[in-house]
């Protein structure tokens, strides 16, 4: 089993920056998959980003990319979102998760695990 906590959600400004984290534990072997997903109100859940376990591959959602970086923690096993140049349309619950595997993946369905969610809403 894999726990996944995700840390740094809350109130900013638009134009503002948010990085958000992601620490998983548990019975992680060497090869995963970690995606960034959110959900606003009303919507769907989408897929923000992903990076397999060694970062050689990354991917970010065209609506965020250029100001949205997925990048490895500074421990183990930890993963960020940086998020800059905020837009009232970033408000959303951000999920983190897990595959295990190598690749990337886009579609919530493929991934094994997953975090809670911290709440990013931006203010206009």
């Known amino acids: 089993q894999v726990q996944l906590v995700e840390t740094g959600g809350r109130l900013v400004q638009a134009g503002g920056s948010l990085r958000l984290s992601c620490a998983a534990s548990g019975r992680i072997f060497s090869s995963y998959v970690m995606g960034w997903f959110r959900q606003a109100p009303g919507k769907e859940r989408e897929s923000v980003a992903a990076a397999d376990w060694g970062f050689k591959s990354t991917y970010v959602t065209d609506s965020v990319k250029g100001r949205f970086t997925i990048s490895r923690g500074n421990t183990e096993n930890t993963v960020y979102l940086q998020m800059n140049s905020l837009k009232p349309e970033d408000t959303a619950v951000y999920y983190c998760?897990?595959?295990?595997?190598?690749?990337?993946?886009?579609?919530?369905?493929?991934?094994?695990?997953w975090g809670q969610g911290t709440q990013v809403t931006v203010s206009s």
């Open positions: 998760a897990l595959k295990l595997g190598s690749g990337i993946y886009y579609h919530e369905e493929e991934y094994d695990f």
